[in-house]
């Protein structure tokens, strides 16, 4: 089991960027691969962004494709999502997620992911 613990959430301007990172613990860190999902209030979950064991492989949602970047540092265990142009509905609890299934890295859009953090707040400013 791997445990998750998000950081860099916090208040923004729209058209700003923030950078949220994720700490992993427990099993080997290059098992999984790690996701971001986020959910604003009275909504349901929506993925973000995956990146593959080796970081060499990554897979977007729509409303984020050219403004966010997913990242990983094995050697760190950590993985970080790069936030830019940030819009007035971004706004949401941002998780961090890992998996040790081999499957395509779209398929955890849908799926979801086995293992997550307790979340981080992303607020945005108009």
């Known amino acids: 089991q791997v445990q998750l613990v998000e950081s860099g959430g916090g208040l923004v301007q729209a058209g700003g960027s923030l950078r949220l990172s994720c700490a992993a613990s427990g099993r080997t860190f290059s098992n999984y691969a790690m996701g971001w999902f986020r959910q604003a209030p009275g909504k349901e979950r929506e993925f973000v962004a995956v990146i593959n064991w080796s970081g060499g492989d990554t897979y977007y949602g729509d409303s984020v494709k050219g403004r966010f970047t997913i990242s990983r540092d094995n050697g760190k265990n950590t993985v970080d999502l790069q936030m830019n142009s940030l819009k007035t509905e971004d706004p949401a609890v941002y998780y961090c997620?890992?998996?040790?299934?081999?499957?395509?890295?779209?398929?955890?859009?849908?799926?979801?992911?086995?293992?997550w953090g307790k979340g981080t707040l992303v607020t945005i400013s108009s």
């Open positions: 997620a890992a998996d040790d299934r081999v499957i395509p890295l779209e398929s955890f859009r849908y799926r979801g992911m086995d293992y």
